[in-house]
Nanobody
C-alpha cells in the first residue's frame, strides 16, 4: 500500500508560480512511476506529468511541457510539480498518483494510488 499526501496548492495570479508537493509513504516504491493529474470542474481528470522513481526519467503532457517540471527527492520521499507561467485554465484540483506499470500511463483508470488532491486557482 502506498499513501500520498499533496500540499502546496493555493490562489495565484496569472503568470505566477506554485510548487506542489507529494509526500510518499508505505511499501517500497522504487518500482513505482509517480504521476500528477489535474481535474477542472466539469472536466475529466487529465495527465500532467510523470517521473520514474528509480531513474528520474520525466514525461509531460504536451500542453504542460516547458511550463511545468516534475521532480523527486528520493531521500525525502517527495515528488514535486513546479508550475510556472500559470494561466487561468490551469485552475484545477491537482492529484498525485502512483502505479507500477512499465509504460507511461496517461489514463486515470490505470493509476493504482491517489492522494486527496490540492486545489490550484489561477486568477486573471
Amino acid at each position: 500500500q502506498v499513501q500520498l499526501v499533496e500540499s502546496g496548492g493555493g490562489l495565484v495570479q496569472a503568470g505566477g508560480s506554485l510548487r506542489l508537493s507529494c509526500e510518499v509513504s508505505g511499501r517500497t516504491f522504487d518500482s513505482y512511476n509517480m504521476v500528477w493529474f489535474r481535474q477542472a470542474p466539469g472536466k475529466e481528470r487529465e495527465f500532467v506529468a510523470a517521473i520514474r522513481w528509480s531513474s528520474g526519467a520525466m514525461y509531460y503532457a504536451d500542453s504542460m511541457r516547458g511550463r511545468f517540471t516534475i521532480s523527486r527527492d528520493n531521500a525525502k520521499n517527495m515528488v514535486y510539480l513546479q508550475m510556472n507561467s500559470l494561466k487561468p485554465e490551469d485552475t484545477a484540483v491537482y492529484y498525485c498518483g502512483a502505479h507500477t506499470r512499465t509504460v507511461v500511463e496517461t489514463s486515470p483508470s490505470s493509476i493504482d494510488y491517489w492522494g486527496q488532491g490540492t486545489q490550484v486557482t489561477v486568477s486573471s
